[in-house]
Protein backbone atom coordinates (compact mmCIF):
# COMPACT_ATOMS: atom_id res chain seq x y z
CA UNK A 1 0.00 0.00 0.00
CA UNK A 2 1.25 3.56 -1.12
CA UNK A 3 1.63 5.99 1.78
CA UNK A 4 -0.09 9.02 2.02
CA UNK A 5 1.07 11.93 -0.29
CA UNK A 6 -0.54 15.12 0.30
CA UNK A 7 -0.68 17.04 -3.21
CA UNK A 8 -2.62 19.70 -4.21
CA UNK A 9 -5.88 18.21 -2.75
CA UNK A 10 -5.33 17.43 0.57
CA UNK A 11 -8.74 16.56 1.48
CA UNK A 12 -9.38 13.92 -1.85
CA UNK A 13 -6.38 12.49 -1.69
CA UNK A 14 -6.66 12.01 2.30
CA UNK A 15 -10.00 10.54 1.51
CA UNK A 16 -9.28 8.20 -1.12
CA UNK A 17 -5.94 7.00 0.80
CA UNK A 18 -8.25 6.54 4.33
CA UNK A 19 -10.77 4.62 1.82
CA UNK A 20 -7.65 2.25 0.91
CA UNK A 21 -6.30 2.10 4.57
CA UNK A 22 -9.64 0.83 5.78
CA UNK A 23 -9.65 -1.63 3.15
CA UNK A 24 -6.69 -3.02 3.44
CA UNK A 25 -7.26 -3.18 7.80
CA UNK A 26 -10.40 -4.92 6.79
CA UNK A 27 -8.83 -7.07 4.29
CA UNK A 28 -6.10 -8.44 6.60
CA UNK A 29 -9.01 -8.31 9.63
CA UNK A 30 -7.11 -6.43 11.62
CA UNK A 31 -9.73 -5.20 14.95
CA UNK A 32 -7.26 -4.26 17.85
CA UNK A 33 -7.00 -0.76 18.13
CA UNK A 34 -3.39 -0.01 19.11
CA UNK A 35 -2.70 -2.38 15.86
CA UNK A 36 -4.32 -0.07 13.68
CA UNK A 37 -3.33 2.78 15.12
CA UNK A 38 0.23 1.66 14.53
CA UNK A 39 -0.61 0.38 11.07
CA UNK A 40 -2.17 3.80 10.01
CA UNK A 41 1.12 5.70 11.12
CA UNK A 42 3.44 3.46 9.71
CA UNK A 43 1.36 2.96 6.25
CA UNK A 44 0.86 6.33 5.64
CA UNK A 45 4.74 7.41 6.11
CA UNK A 46 6.76 10.03 7.17
CA UNK A 47 4.52 13.31 5.97
CA UNK A 48 1.44 11.38 7.27
CA UNK A 49 3.05 10.83 10.45
CA UNK A 50 4.49 14.42 10.35
CA UNK A 51 1.41 16.10 10.12
CA UNK A 52 0.30 13.87 13.12
CA UNK A 53 2.78 14.72 15.46
CA UNK A 54 1.50 18.81 14.58
CA UNK A 55 -1.90 18.10 14.90
CA UNK A 56 -4.48 18.91 18.12
CA UNK A 57 -4.61 15.64 19.76
CA UNK A 58 -8.68 14.56 19.97
CA UNK A 59 -9.21 11.89 21.99
CA UNK A 60 -12.15 9.34 21.37
CA UNK A 61 -13.45 7.37 24.15
CA UNK A 62 -15.63 4.94 24.93
CA UNK A 63 -16.75 3.30 28.39
CA UNK A 64 -15.12 0.06 29.84
CA UNK A 65 -18.07 -2.45 30.82
CA UNK A 66 -18.92 -2.96 34.37
CA UNK A 67 -16.24 0.28 35.08
CA UNK A 68 -16.59 4.13 35.81
CA UNK A 69 -13.45 4.50 33.68
CA UNK A 70 -12.92 5.15 30.07
CA UNK A 71 -10.84 3.52 27.07
CA UNK A 72 -9.18 5.95 24.40
CA UNK A 73 -9.42 4.48 20.83
CA UNK A 74 -6.17 5.71 19.67
CA UNK A 75 -6.94 4.82 15.59
CA UNK A 76 -10.21 6.63 16.31
CA UNK A 77 -8.70 9.72 17.60
CA UNK A 78 -6.08 9.60 15.07
CA UNK A 79 -8.90 8.94 12.40
CA UNK A 80 -10.64 12.24 13.83
CA UNK A 81 -7.63 14.36 14.18
CA UNK A 82 -6.73 14.26 10.22
CA UNK A 83 -10.34 14.00 9.21
CA UNK A 84 -10.49 17.28 11.09
CA UNK A 85 -7.25 18.91 9.48
CA UNK A 86 -7.21 17.24 5.67
CA UNK A 87 -11.25 17.56 5.54
CA UNK A 88 -12.34 19.90 7.62
CA UNK A 89 -16.70 20.82 7.22
CA UNK A 90 -17.65 21.37 4.16
CA UNK A 91 -19.09 24.63 2.94
CA UNK A 92 -21.56 23.26 0.71
CA UNK A 93 -22.53 26.69 -1.26
CA UNK A 94 -18.56 26.65 -2.49
CA UNK A 95 -18.72 23.30 -3.37
CA UNK A 96 -21.55 23.51 -5.30
CA UNK A 97 -19.98 26.55 -6.95
CA UNK A 98 -16.78 24.27 -7.29
CA UNK A 99 -19.14 21.75 -8.75
CA UNK A 100 -21.03 24.36 -11.44
CA UNK A 101 -17.66 25.06 -12.32
CA UNK A 102 -16.41 21.82 -13.77
CA UNK A 103 -16.14 21.32 -17.64
CA UNK A 104 -14.98 18.15 -19.47
CA UNK A 105 -11.17 18.97 -20.65
CA UNK A 106 -10.69 18.33 -24.19
CA UNK A 107 -8.23 15.33 -23.20
CA UNK A 108 -10.33 14.17 -20.83
CA UNK A 109 -12.55 11.02 -21.75
CA UNK A 110 -16.37 11.18 -20.69
CA UNK A 111 -16.54 8.61 -17.64
CA UNK A 112 -13.52 10.03 -16.12
CA UNK A 113 -15.57 13.93 -16.42
CA UNK A 114 -18.64 12.01 -14.66
CA UNK A 115 -16.31 10.70 -12.44
CA UNK A 116 -15.17 14.04 -11.37
CA UNK A 117 -18.60 15.21 -11.09
CA UNK A 118 -20.07 12.54 -8.82
CA UNK A 119 -16.59 13.18 -6.86
CA UNK A 120 -17.39 16.56 -6.12
CA UNK A 121 -21.05 16.00 -6.16
CA UNK A 122 -20.99 13.79 -3.12
CA UNK A 123 -19.10 17.32 -1.15
CA UNK A 124 -22.09 19.27 -2.30
CA UNK A 125 -24.90 17.80 -0.28
CA UNK A 126 -27.28 17.81 -3.62
CA UNK A 127 -31.37 16.07 -2.69
CA UNK A 128 -30.92 14.48 -5.74
CA UNK A 129 -26.70 14.17 -6.96
CA UNK A 130 -27.73 12.24 -10.17
CA UNK A 131 -29.79 15.00 -11.29
CA UNK A 132 -27.47 17.74 -11.15
CA UNK A 133 -25.04 15.48 -12.56
CA UNK A 134 -26.93 15.44 -15.28
CA UNK A 135 -27.28 18.97 -15.85
CA UNK A 136 -23.66 19.96 -15.25
CA UNK A 137 -22.54 17.12 -18.24
CA UNK A 138 -25.32 19.02 -20.19
CA UNK A 139 -23.51 22.26 -18.64
CA UNK A 140 -19.95 20.97 -19.47
CA UNK A 141 -19.69 18.08 -21.54
CA UNK A 142 -17.18 18.72 -24.55
CA UNK A 143 -19.73 17.41 -27.42
CA UNK A 144 -22.13 19.21 -28.45
CA UNK A 145 -23.55 15.94 -30.10
CA UNK A 146 -24.29 14.74 -26.47
CA UNK A 147 -25.43 18.16 -25.62
CA UNK A 148 -28.09 17.98 -28.08
CA UNK A 149 -29.58 14.60 -27.34
CA UNK A 150 -29.36 15.14 -23.54
CA UNK A 151 -31.36 18.55 -24.59
CA UNK A 152 -34.41 16.71 -26.53
CA UNK A 153 -34.15 13.35 -24.86
CA UNK A 154 -34.92 12.52 -20.87
CA UNK A 155 -32.19 9.76 -19.96
CA UNK A 156 -30.53 8.57 -16.91
CA UNK A 157 -27.67 9.10 -15.79
CA UNK A 158 -26.06 5.65 -16.01
CA UNK A 159 -27.95 5.46 -19.38
CA UNK A 160 -25.60 9.23 -20.18
CA UNK A 161 -22.62 7.30 -19.61
CA UNK A 162 -23.41 4.12 -21.62
CA UNK A 163 -24.35 6.67 -24.48
CA UNK A 164 -21.25 9.26 -23.93
CA UNK A 165 -18.80 6.61 -23.98
CA UNK A 166 -20.47 5.31 -27.40
CA UNK A 167 -20.39 8.60 -28.69
CA UNK A 168 -16.65 8.71 -28.22
CA UNK A 169 -15.75 5.21 -29.47
CA UNK A 170 -17.57 6.27 -32.73
CA UNK A 171 -15.12 8.94 -32.67
CA UNK A 172 -12.07 7.54 -32.40
CA UNK A 173 -12.66 5.20 -35.56
Known amino acids: MP???IGSDPRSNWEKWKRAFERFIAANNIIA???KYNLLLVL???????HFDKL???QVCVPIQNSNELLVLKYESAIQAFDSHFAPQLNK???RHQFRALKQEHSE???DFIFRLREQGNRCQFVD???MIIDQIIEGCYSTDLRKKLLTEEKTLLEILQ???TMEEVQRI
Do not use: A, N
Not at 44 to 50: A, C, F, K, T, Y
Open 109 to 111: CFE
Open 3 to 5: SFS
Open 163 to 165: LGK
Open 93 to 95: RFE
Open 33 to 35: DEE
Open 129 to 131: SDD
Open 44 to 50: GGIELQS
Open 56 to 58: DQV
